[in-house]
């Protein structure tokens, strides 16, 4: 059972969409008329998911959408009128994982919000292979550079550095690339 935050300026719209909610196995963990404060709210209510219903999001409500998929991450339902293909890029880009134009229906809830949070999911997968992978080329660019430094330093070849950077790091118990960051900073305070 999730918990749902609903963000809805229509007090009778946000009774239904609620109503659907529980029809379909979630709970509701509040109701709010808008986005702002979105994170102070965020950290307080502590939803699985935030669903919102509007006539056209508001450049500040992706604003705070935007900021919230940066720093605390939820799937996001957003039920609109607006078709724009730029507010639609918006919406996605500040971290929306369903639009759905044309307003909210009771049937079609459960099937947008499972499809909401598989698309968060997978995204979130991603995000965090792209992190990986960033990390891992920045560690590989500063061994590379640790291991110019002692084959330049002592003369070594490319192997025999390498060698000697796995060596220091196993004796110090430290990853390889915090060992190689070592020698560069202190390449550094040498010149």
Do not use: W
Request: with cysteine; charged share 30%; net charge negative.
């Amino acid at each position: 059972m999730a918990r749902i935050l609903v963000i809805d300026e229509s007090r009778q719209r946000a009774v239904e969409i609620c109503t659907g909610l529980i029809q379909a196995g979630h709970q509701v963990a509040a109701v709010l008329p808008s986005a702002v404060e979105l994170i102070e709210r965020i950290e307080e209510i502590k939803p699985d998911i935030i669903l919102i219903e509007t006539e056209s999001p508001s450049r500040d409500t992706l604003e705070h959408l935007g900021v919230m998929n940066q720093t605390m991450p939820r799937p996001v339902v957003m039920f609109s009128q607006d078709g724009d293909s730029d507010t639609i890029r918006s919406a996605v880009k500040a971290g929306v994982a369903a639009y759905v134009v044309d307003g909210f229906e009771i049937d079609r809830l459960k099937p947008v919000v499972d499809v909401a949070v598989a698309r968060f999911e997978e995204h979130q997968i991603l995000r965090q292979e792209l992190a990986d992978a960033s990390r891992k080329l920045s560690e590989r660019r500063i061994i590379e550079k640790a291991k110019g430094i002692l084959m330049k330093s002592r003369g070594l070849d490319e192997d025999t550095a390498y060698a000697a950077l796995r060596k220091l790091a196993m004796e110090k118990s430290q990853p390889l690339a915090k060992v190689a960051g070592n020698v560069i900073e202190m390449a550094n305070l040498l010149l």
